[in-house]
């Protein structure tokens, strides 16, 4: 694990979970700057200032925090001028995706969404959808402090609409019935959402199933609004929406994959260009018109 990652958490769990929280936490990290500002260090470096900052500034209880992280994978101890434990540590020597301490998050926000995202995937054994309990203000209801403008077609990553982690969340579900589809889309607006990040996910949600009798319809309107076909003119070249993009779409029907990409391919980044053809491949002509 690198000292980056290995300090994002630690500024999670530590501050959060072990040392009482960001007011304690936050005057370390203006002296972790302020020591360190200029230099080149170690995870070593970092660690023995962490240890050393807060014997200081909070004495035995916040040791104690600090040695009740499993640091140890092995269970072989050695002890430092500071009090680390330096032999086979799970955080610097671990391997493998699972966390050494699991960080737990407040979902307070999300919450809403997530339950929207449950009951829309327990209504698929529902198959006429105007018997379907969902309305408008589904979504409308969120909290405006949860709800962001798109600015030039996205928002940044700070303040993602609920509604992203809505559909999100819905992802990763097993793909919703072709009508229920249409009808998320007509009922939330997110069909014809101008936020890109909305959009995107959408048809996330929409194309999971390539072979969907709605797919073909859908995957069209996705190649339009991804190359700014759709009558706005705006060319969708960020990596994060054309490349997923062009790749939902070329599992419903490469060939007109290939055909978007070749008619708008010149309007790319060239490295955008390059990762687009290792998704829908090349293409030298099109038939698709303006």
Same mark, same amino acid.
């Given at each position: 694990?690198?000292?980056?990652?290995?300090?994002?958490?630690?500024?999670?769990?530590?501050?959060?979970?072990?040392?009482?929280?960001?007011?304690?936490?936050?005057?370390?990290?203006?002296?972790?700057?302020?020591?360190?500002?200029?230099?080149?260090?170690?995870?070593? *470096?970092?660690?023995?200032?962490?240890?050393?900052?807060?014997?200081?500034?909070? =004495?035995?209880?916040?040791?104690?925090?600090?040695?009740? @992280?499993?640091?140890?994978?092995?269970? #072989?101890?050695?002890?430092?001028?500071?009090?680390?434990?330096?032999?086979?540590?799970?955080?610097?020597?671990?391997?493998?995706?699972?966390?050494?301490?699991?960080?737990?998050?407040?979902?307070?926000?999300? *919450?809403?969404?997530?339950?929207?995202?449950? %009951?829309?995937?327990?209504?698929?054994?529902?198959?006429?959808?105007?018997?379907?309990?969902?309305?408008?203000?589904? @979504?409308?209801?969120?909290?405006?402090?949860?709800?962001?403008?798109?600015?030039? =077609?996205?928002?940044?990553?700070?303040?993602?609409?609920?509604?992203?982690?809505?559909?999100? %969340?819905?992802?990763?579900?097993?793909?919703?019935?072709?009508?229920?589809?249409?009808?998320?889309?007509?009922?939330?607006?997110?069909?014809?959402? +101008?936020?890109?990040?909305? #959009?995107?996910?959408?048809?996330?949600? +929409?194309?999971?199933?390539?072979?969907?009798?709605?797919?073909?319809?859908?995957?069209?309107?996705?190649?339009?609004?991804?190359?700014?076909?759709? =009558?706005?003119?705006?060319?969708?070249?960020?990596?994060?929406?054309?490349?997923?993009?062009?790749?939902?779409?070329?599992?419903?029907? +490469?060939?007109?994959? %290939?055909?978007?990409? +070749?008619?708008?391919?010149?309007?790319?980044?060239?490295?955008?260009?390059?990762?687009?053809?290792? @998704?829908?491949?090349?293409?030298?002509?099109?038939?698709?018109?303006?």
């Amino acid at each position: 694990m690198n000292f980056c990652s290995l300090t994002t958490f630690g500024s999670h769990s530590f501050s959060e979970q072990k040392l009482g929280g960001i007011d304690v936490f936050l005057p370390y990290i203006r002296d972790y700057v302020a020591t360190f500002q200029g230099k080149s260090i170690t995870t070593w *470096d970092w660690k023995a200032h962490l240890y050393a900052y807060f014997e200081k500034h909070g =004495g035995r209880e916040k040791l104690d925090a600090l040695n009740s @992280v499993d640091w140890d994978v092995s269970s #072989r101890l050695h002890t430092a001028q500071v009090g680390l434990l330096t032999l086979a540590q799970a955080w610097f020597y671990g391997e493998g995706l699972k966390l050494p301490v699991e960080p737990s998050y407040d979902t307070t926000l999300a *919450d809403p969404a997530y339950g929207l995202a449950v %009951r829309w995937d327990t209504s698929r054994s529902i198959s006429d959808v105007t018997k379907l309990d969902f309305t408008a203000s589904d @979504v409308k209801a969120f909290n405006s402090n949860q709800k962001s403008e798109p600015v030039d =077609g996205y928002v940044s990553p700070a303040s993602y609409s609920i509604i992203v982690v809505f559909l999100e %969340r819905l992802a990763t579900y097993t793909p919703l019935p072709p009508a229920h589809i249409t009808h998320l889309g007509a009922l939330y607006e997110v069909a014809t959402s +101008a936020n890109a990040e909305i #959009r995107l996910r959408f048809y996330q949600v +929409a194309l999971k199933d390539p072979t969907s009798s709605v797919a073909g319809d859908l995957a069209s309107q996705a190649l339009k609004w991804v190359t700014g076909r759709d =009558g706005t003119g705006v060319i969708k070249g960020r990596m994060k929406f054309c490349r997923p993009t062009f790749r939902a779409a070329s599992k419903v029907n +490469a060939t007109l994959a %290939r055909e978007y990409f +070749a008619h708008s391919r010149e309007e790319f980044h060239p490295i955008a260009r390059k990762l687009i053809e290792k @998704v829908c491949g090349k293409c030298k002509t099109s038939s698709i018109s303006c």
